[in-house]
């Protein structure tokens, strides 16, 4: 069943003269694994600097846009998690916030107690609707409507509309038609949407595909009712139009990531709808970063302003160093990749050599390089970490 939410929450703008004042943010992908390390701790630090920014920036209202879990069925720790956070937003700090449902979230356990929820000011949308509903934020000067648009596959538009949708911008389409049918054409307006718009910038092996080929990217026209449209699912903070942004994902999820700063954007809307933003960093208590050198000038001069980032080195040496990761934990503790440039088969390792010193990870990340006559990608790395958690779960209950 569809409900219409509106939160009965008029805001103190009389600071910033009629101001509303939003935090845009998305993809938390909280439970990550990232190459077989739990980030759910260094997650909540950051999470941490996001409550304080909005006591700091007193912050009217959070858009979360999607992926708040890593996966469809989350690890418990995840869930404690985001209570946790949501306790503070709600309870602690009164902050109205509307979280849609990403790609990595099932959008039917993200919907539980949403009617509940919504009268604390917690407004969740899981699932697309065909009957979808705004929620109304309201200030001195009247009503705000956000459109929570979550991810929707072209067979769940087809669905439920009952018209054979076979992109997703089709798909979108539908849902932002059908929300702007409750909505006052003259009102201020705001979307809340997981997708990926045209010509916007991809991370590799950073985001989930939505579908093979180009059927997964939608125009960004289609957002041209709305005053500002805060965009999730690209983990690359980028500005699209001055009225449409990707925040970019809470914290690097990726070695093709390390050269993005991550964070969140504040929006101010007037009483026009006028908008301007301004992105914040958010700081990670450990930094990603890829150094890269011969193995012996790693480990006599060490690069002390790296040892506490999560780490993939690149060798440059000509042969195969014995045990070098070993070795260069004792200066980089936090050693997460390590592979050779250039290196040809026939100079490698015997393997028969290295494997009684290899973790279940690199052991399978050579089994999969014999196979696939490649190495495994970040997603693939995560998948596998996942698979093995829940595996290592299972023996310890059993």
């Not at 979230?105 to 899981?126: C, H, K, Q, V, Y």
């Not at 979108?172 to 003259?186: D, M, N, T, V």
Request: proline share 6%; charged share 25%; with cysteine.
């Amino acid at each position: 069943m569809a409900h219409f939410f509106t939160a009965l929450f008029f805001f103190p703008c009389t600071e910033r003269m009629g101001i509303m004042r939003f935090l845009h943010t998305s993809d938390w992908h909280l439970g990550r694994i990232f190459h077989g390390l739990h980030l759910l701790e260094d997650q909540m630090a950051v999470l941490g600097e996001l409550m304080s920014i909005i006591r700091e920036e007193k912050i009217d209202a959070l858009f979360i846009a999607g992926d708040i879990y890593d996966r469809s069925v989350p690890p418990t720790e995840a869930v404690r998690a985001l209570d946790e956070i949501l306790v503070q937003l709600i309870l602690g700090e009164k902050i109205p916030t509307v979280i849609i449902a990403g790609n990595h979230d099932n959008p039917d356990r993200l919907n539980f107690g949403r009617a509940l929820f919504a009268s604390e000011n917690l407004f969740i949308t899981g699932p697309a609707s065909a009957k979808p509903k705004p929620v109304i934020l309201s200030d001195k000067t009247g009503p705000i409507y956000v459109a929570p648009l979550p991810y929707c596959e072209p067979l769940t538009a087809t669905e439920l509309s009952g018209d054979k949708k076979t992109t997703h911008e089709a798909a979108l389409s539908w849902q932002i038609a059908g929300i702007l049918s409750e909505i006052p054409q003259k009102s201020r307006k705001i979307a809340l949407s997981h997708t990926f718009v045209t010509g916007a910038q991809v991370t590799p092996d950073s985001e989930r595909p939505l579908a093979a080929g180009g059927s997964s990217s939608v125009a960004l026209s289609l957002y041209d009712a709305f005053h500002y449209t805060a965009l999730g699912h690209l983990h690359a903070q980028q500005r699209l139009s001055d009225r449409a942004f990707y925040c970019g994902s809470l914290m690097k999820y990726s070695f093709s990531e390390v050269s993005q700063k991550k964070g969140v954007i504040i929006v101010d809307m007037d009483a026009a709808g006028n908008v301007t933003t301004t992105p914040l960093v958010l700081t990670p208590p450990h930094e990603l970063s890829v150094l890269k050198g011969r193995f012996e000038d790693l480990l006599t001069h060490p690069r002390l302003e790296e040892r506490e980032n999560y780490l993939k080195i690149v060798l440059t040496d000509s042969t195969p160093v014995l045990d070098p990761k070993s070795r260069l934990e004792a200066v980089y503790p936090h050693i997460l990749q390590l592979g050779y440039e250039g290196l040809s088969k026939e100079k490698k390792e015997d393997p028969a050599r290295q494997r009684k010193n290899l973790t279940e990870v690199e052991l399978f990340e050579h089994f999969f390089e014999t196979i696939q006559k490649r190495s495994m990608d970040d997603r693939e790395q995560s998948l596998l970490a996942e698979v093995l958690d829940e595996t290592r779960r299972e023996g310890r209950n059993a």
